[in-house]
């Protein structure tokens, strides 16, 4: 946890003056007991009504005073627990933003927005105990215990064994309860994944009439969280009527010897009142004590998750920042033997892949489901970098481009589009910031969006949804293409982004991207055939191995593979005429 000290070393002010202050209120509380005692040994045994109006007074001015001291210790505890909040959150999204694909894995989406929300939200809760009560729940008890015995030392033997028995029963409750949090956190985490990917696939719920065991698999994690957080407030329950019945005694006891010591005039009434106070006073702060040592373990469990982030290291790093030089006599794309495998997979997901690819090429990737077509192109633009072999484009190592020129290169459309909330403009500037409103029109025309954009009431600027929910499947792959297409990258890569298409527009794009994209290198990832019928290239994987390259009529002659895919989509005839949907 106090790996996190750093962040709270920015607000120096406010952890010094904060708990200064809540020391001041606490000194100021330890004397009310003392002049309510003088109130009623002078001021009402004596019935000397001006005296307990001047230390009424002071009294009220104690009140003032603390409670002008709390309230700005309250002030740095918020400044400083928002502030430190605010300064993790970002840094903690700014690294998730560096992480590779492989860390994204790792962690796993669900447990990264439960790191970035629920876990930074206990360490604010910690940062403000800490700065509130962490030097004035112990100053008071311990200040409490010595104001008593100043009091009186024999009734103090009945504080002595007092103490340890309420000390013992937080020590036996906090002890079994703690470890539950650290679990609770992990149930929280599995809630978390079961909204997500509730939420998010809606829609397949639906379809698939699963939303009665949906709601069963949910109801199961969310019963688990729920037994555990009740199991622990069984335990937690029994802390206040234990302590106060124990607390209690001791006040009966204190009752009972302290009369004696009253009637014969050992001690005054006002006195045994103190001495009650100290009493209840030592209660409160031993209980604050133990629900900081909550908590504390709550908040070090949440800094062990969030600086487990902030430590990893992005695998994919840039070694160069300066830009590298392209060697364009060179292929624009060579895989060299190839291999790569996911974190933890037992089998490599490609190997043995060594392709050139030329500059301006339109190169088809075709095999079927879990082929590694995904995979292959994911390491151009290097969201996973390569386990043995080497990958150049333009004949530089992808390894020595600084990332932002790597990737200014690519414009690659994921197989599942993603747009974000905003006007369709603002989504399709992703792909140069500074784009004309005629270079989107361009680019949306070539990606057989322009008429489906004009015909809404705003064009451009019509408003995307979160998720793209108010534009079809279709309209939302066609925006993601229109997006890449506005950078003008030099290799364009196209994961399966025509899937929803049908075949009609599918064939217009294919046309339009041949038209308007002179001389850019696009890769067309699909599992139709008539898609990359016509490309230069055509190369087909199997199983993580490349089963065959070239154009389409060598492939349907001498690759299995290739031929069996056709025959599955076409008749013999249909495929070796050509005649497919075009
Ligand atoms: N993030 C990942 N972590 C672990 N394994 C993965 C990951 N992504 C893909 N794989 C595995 O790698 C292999 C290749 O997957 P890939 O997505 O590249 O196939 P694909 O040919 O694109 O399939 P599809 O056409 O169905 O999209 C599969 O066995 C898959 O299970």
Known sequence: MWKLKQYLGRYKKQVIIGPL????????????????????????????LPYVLKMGGFLLLLGVVGLGCALICQYSASVASQGVGTILR?????????FSHAEIDRF????????????????????????????????????????????????SLILLATLPLIVLVLWLIMGKSVPFFKVMQKKLDRISLITRENLEGARVIRAFSKQESEKARFAQASDDLADTAVGVGRLSALLNPLTYTIMNIG?????????????????????????????????LALVVVANLVVTFTKASASAARVNEVLET????????????????????ISFQNVEFSYQGAEEPSLQGITVDIERGETVGIIGGTGAGKSTLVHLIPRFYDVTEGKLFIDGVDVKDYPLSQLRKKIGLVPQKAAVVSGTIAEN????????????????????????????????????????GKNVSGGQKQRLTIARALVGKPEVLILDDSASALDFATDAALRKALRKDTAGMTVLIVSQRAGSIRHA???????????AGIGCHDDLFDNCAVYREICLSQFSAEEAKGGAFHE
């Open 428 to 467: 399709l500037r992703w792909g140069k910031e500074d784009a004309s409103d005629e270079e989107l029109i361009e680019a949306l025309k070539t990606a057989q969006a322009y008429d489906f954009v004009t015909a809404l009431p705003d064009g451009l600027e019509s408003y995307i949804e979160q998720g």
């Open 90 to 98: 970002n840094d903690l999204y700014r690294k998730i933003n560096s």
């Open 313 to 332: 290291k992005s695998s994919i790093i840039s070694i160069n920042q300066t830009a590298v030089e392209a060697k364009t006599n060179m292929p624009q």
């Open 108 to 155: 796993g989406t669900h447990s990264l927005v439960t790191r970035l929300t629920n876990d930074i939200n206990q360490l604010q809760v910690a940062v403000a105990m800490l700065i509130r009560l962490v030097v004035r729940a112990p100053f008071l008890a311990i200040g409490a215990v010595v104001m008593a015995f100043t009091i009186d030392l024999k009734l």
């Open 536 to 546: 230069d290239k055509i190369i087909v994987l199997d199983d993580g191995e490349v």
């Open 251 to 283: 006040i009966v006891a204190v009752l009972w010897f302290g009369g004696g010591q009253v009637s014969g005039g050992d001690l005054t009434q006002g006195e045994i009142i103190a001495f009650v106070n100290y009493m209840t006073q030592i209660l």
């Open 21 to 48: 202050f809540k020391f001041t209120e606490a000194v100021l509380e330890l004397f009310v007991p003392l002049v309510m005692a003088r109130i009623i040994d002078i001021g009402v045994a004596g019935r000397d």
